[in-house]
């Protein structure tokens, strides 16, 4: 199971809090190690690059080619050793576009994970945004303008509008310095009607979210990884004596291009970039014309530093993901108290099984509350069947902090929170984890039926027992006489359980 926040704070082999972030991007593969200060500062002690191209591997039937794979799993091999002297729960390994739109992207992460040694999160281009924003803003003096910022991937391109560490609005679009690159200049010939061709693509591209972000405004622009650091260079390097790209850096850069007219020939961009950089190019262009922008200042910061300080934020409790779950409450206007009251009893009755039930409170507790917290965010659409809505607009949301694994998690808890259980959609996890996910369901549904007068119940004497997949609920004999529509709910709810496998005993006493 992915990785949901472990809460312990273990140093390295030599005594220090490491944290290491891996990003596999569709161009490149990046792993930064960080360290923690005394006082809560973060300094990176280390940064490993290399240029994988998967995306390059993404064949026009969405498969990844066994070539590209080979060489993703060849530089994680050589990642592992890096990551040897520090503890799982301080490492987070996410991948982005290339790795969500691969058909066959499971089977490539079962390899991957085997080879690195570590659970990799496939995160929505939503998340990737604001882990970039995070990243430039750690990167950046502390300020409290307003700030557009740029992240030209292999993939896609993140844009984001935020003041401070705060995004106020961000876009993940599917256009990247490999995919353009490949759809426009595939041969590497470059010609101003290519040039032309590929402009006015991304320009329809962009047409759904350049009027929002001038609704916004910014105060400076700052753009961040390879494909704007590398423009930035060459700039410089025809002369533009300029600390941040410029409208005229550009107008070089492509002039330049022409008299090349080939990507082999691009002899100031290196090697490795050179097979990617005029998709690149194209993208940071039109972007500079369609948003009016005159100046880009780079950041060093990215998404693999914002993954970084965003775990380290998880460790420390300051988890984006709690944040992320309210937000979706109150906008379907669920009922906070019964979250509350459910999600209290859910937490109680998970401590009463975790040992036999080989379930881990740091990170099952949390995977519960969300899940009591999100349980009726359906009844917003409809009363009936609200499960069922609730877990579709949880898998299809974007949620602050979540991965899309951790999302198809959650969805599958509370799509199967009331009446029959359908577990039919979780062949996809790991035999172990799915058999989590489905004791993780039974806990939500016993605390949901406990709580269904949707009022405070004295439940101090309400014990659960579970051994395999036979449950036991303890309770009081006046408390059961007293309370008869529960203990009808609970006979109910124990042939639901019997029809998935769970064998359901009620004890007075």
């Given at each position: ?8 704070n273990s140093?390295?082999n ?34 490993v ?35 040897s002297?520090?503890p799982?729960?301080?490492v ?43 990243g ?11 700030r ?27 256009i990247?310095?490999?995919s353009?690159?490949?759809r426009?200049?595939?041969d ?23 009027n929002k972000?001038r609704r ?16 930035d ?8 004596k ?11 850069i ?6 090349s ?17 005029v998709?690149?190019?194209v ?6 014309d ?15 530093e ?22 979706l ?8 108290h019964?979250a ?6 859910a937490?109680?009755?998970?401590k ?10 740091s ?5 519960v509350?969300w ?6 965010i ?26 899309r ?16 259980l ?45 051994e395999d ?11 059961a006489?007293s309370?008869?529509?529960?203990i ?5 709810e124990?042939?639901?359980l019997?029809?998935a ?9």
């Open positions: 199971m992915e990785e949901l926040g472990m809460t312990k140093p390295g030599d005594g220090r809090s490491y944290v290491a972030a891996i990003d596999l991007g569709s161009n490149s593969f990046h792993m930064v190690i960080a360290i923690e200060g005394e006082e809560g500062g973060v300094r990176i002690v280390d940064r690059r290399e240029m994988v191209r998967l995306g390059a591997g993404l064949q026009e039937d969405r498969m990844l080619s066994e070539e590209s794979q080979d060489r993703a799993l060849q530089c994680l091999g050589r990642f592992r050793q890096r990551l002297s520090i799982s729960h301080r987070r390994v996410v991948g982005t576009n290339t790795l969500r739109v691969a058909k066959n992207s499971r089977e490539f992460l079962n390899r991957a994970e085997r080879t690195l040694g570590h659970p990799i999160s496939i995160i929505s281009g939503h998340e990737e945004a604001r882990l970039v924003y995070l430039a803003a750690f990167g950046l003096a502390v300020s409290n303008h307003r557009l910022v740029i992240d030209i991937g292999g993939g896609s391109t993140e844009i984001i509008a935020g003041q401070g560490f705060r995004p106020l609005q961000l876009d993940s679009l599917y990247g310095c490999v353009m690159t490949r426009f200049f595939d590497g010939i470059i010609t101003r009607d290519r040039i032309s061709l590929a402009g006015k693509f991304i320009r329809r591209e962009l047409e759904t979210v350049v972000y916004i405004g910014w105060d400076e622009v700052v753009g961040t990884s390879g494909t704007i650091r590398a423009i260079n060459l700039s410089r390097d025809l002369g533009i300029k600390d941040w790209i410029s409208r005229r850096g550009i107008q070089a492509e002039k330049w291009l022409l008299e007219a080939c990507s082999e020939a691009l002899e100031r961009v290196s090697e490795q970039r050179r097979p990617v950089f998709g690149g190019f993208i940071l262009s039109v972007l500079m369609e948003f009016g922008i005159k100046r880009i200042e780079t950041s060093d910061g990215a998404l693999r914002g993954v970084a300080y965003d775990l380290i934020d998880r460790l420390h409790d300051e988890d984006a993901r709690f944040a992320g779950v309210r937000e409450s109150n906008f379907f206007g669920s009922d906070s019964q509350r009251r459910v999600g209290k009893l937490v109680l009755l998970l009463q099984v975790l040992g036999n039930w080989n379930l881990q409170e990170m099952h507790r949390k995977l509350l899940a009591a917290q999100l349980h009726e359906g009844v917003g659409i409809s009363y009936s069947h609200h499960h069922q809505h609730g877990a579709y607009i949880i898998e299809n949301s974007d949620i602050d902090g979540f991965s694994q951790a999302q198809r998690m959650l969805a599958l808890i509370v799509g199967n929170s009331r009446q029959k359908r577990f039919n959609e979780i062949e996809w996890l790991p035999p172990e984890s799915a058999v989590s996910i489905k004791r993780l369901t039974v806990i939500l549904r016993l605390a949901i039926t406990f709580y269904r007068s949707r009022s405070d119940v004295d439940l101090d004497g309400i014990v659960l027992e579970a997949d036979d449950l036991r609920v303890v309770m009081d004999s006046d408390w006489e309370h008869p529509l529960t009808f709910d609970l006979e109910t124990r042939n639901y019997a029809d496998g769970f064998n359901l005993t009620l004890d007075y006493r």
